[in-house]
């Protein structure tokens, strides 16, 4: 069984492990968060480019008569 120190060492070192953690999960969410923004300008910016229109194709050519 473990003493009362070694269990208040243990509890310790597992709430500084979820703090650091929590601290990665704020930034990740930033990180998502900017990235979202970004994704967003971008998709605004080609749909208001000029979509690029058809190229009429080329008239076929006759075929050579056949003898």
């Given at each position: ?42 998709k605004k ?12 194709k080329a ?9």
């Amino acid at each position: 069984m473990a003493s009362a120190k070694q269990l208040e060492n243990n509890i310790k070192r597992k709430k500084d492990k979820i703090a650091k953690l929590q601290k990665e999960i704020k930034t990740e969410e930033a990180a998502i968060a900017k990235l979202e923004k970004d994704l967003a300008v971008a998709k605004k910016k080609e749909a208001e480019k000029p979509k690029p229109k058809a190229k009429a194709k080329a008239a076929a050519k006759p075929k050579a008569p056949t003898k």
